[in-house]
């Protein structure tokens, strides 16, 4: 069944193509007529969509989220974003839909992210605090799910895997940044870490579409990760009290602003390290994925990015030849009269 890349979607093109949707929303005009709005996905990305008429299917329930879809309808602009404006919507039974182009995964291997993950479970030498981490990460079905979440639900590493691809390289740039600022706490730091971002296991559904589940919404994966974290921590014998607050601290402050979703602000050195560490990599892995995606489609520059709230420079494809490269740069250099310092 014909299938058009998301990322590769013309403004000012028609479109028919199947598609997964990922979200979507009932609403009403001044007329009081009800129109959707939706968020389409594949494993290029995801793209939203408005239906102003014939939503019928939509209202009686025929068409629901994660639901396969055959649509047709423009491509256009709307807030300097792509949008599709669509004019029929049909559902595909899944058996007549190639999965695997629907719901991206990690480029890492999931045994090679265990190996990681085992290796720091062992680096930790303080008894209680190996114990917490075993009684989660020994749990196969917890280690499933923890494998298989991902990170965010369209920003960085929203894809499977993402949650274990994340965390582990907030371990490494945390542990980076901290062998400059000696000493801390390395046990801490590390126990933190992997556990900062557990709730969401439980904040987002990830069977198809990538999506906030009901209990995400309504607690947030810093209270269900606090909550099963303390759980843990109280049935493991004389955890030490001291310990016990510093851990909740780090999970409580991870994201370093109460309008950033913290309840607390970090005030530890191990929750300033786990909190900037947590940005370095949501932020970087975002420039990654955006702009590698950009010079695919042979674009020096990709789209608005509301995470960063600017267009990003994604540079020159890699697959370019000498000559092409050098045509791209002249292009460049064209618009920078006098500028002697742009690269050649």
Known sequence: MEHIKISE???GTPVKSVCLIQSLEKRQKRSGEIYVTLVLQDKSGTVQAVMWENTGKFLRGEIKAEDFVKISGDVG???NQIQLTLRSVEKVAEDKVELEQFLSHSKRSVEEMHGELRKAVESVKTPHLKALLKSFFDDAEFLDAFSRAPSAMSMHQAYIGGLLEHTLAVLRVAHAIGELYQPYDHDLLTTGVLLHDMGKIHEFAYRRAIRYTSLGRLLGHITIGFCLVEKKIEAIPDFPQEAKILLLHLLLSHHGRKEWGSPRRPKTLEALLLHY???????LSTYKE?????RERGE?????QR???RFLFAGLPEDLDEAEAEQRWEELRRECPGNDEIPT
Do not use: Q, V
């Not at 560490?277 to 949501?282: F, G, Q």
């Not at 020096?300 to 608005?304: F, N, Q």
């Open 9 to 11: 979607l013309e403004p």
């Open 77 to 79: 602009i709307y807030n």
């Open 277 to 283: 560490a947590d940005y370095i990599d949501a932020y």
């Open 290 to 294: 955006t702009t590698e995606k950009a």
């Open 300 to 304: 020096l520059w990709t789209g608005w």
């Open 307 to 309: 995470m960063f709230e």
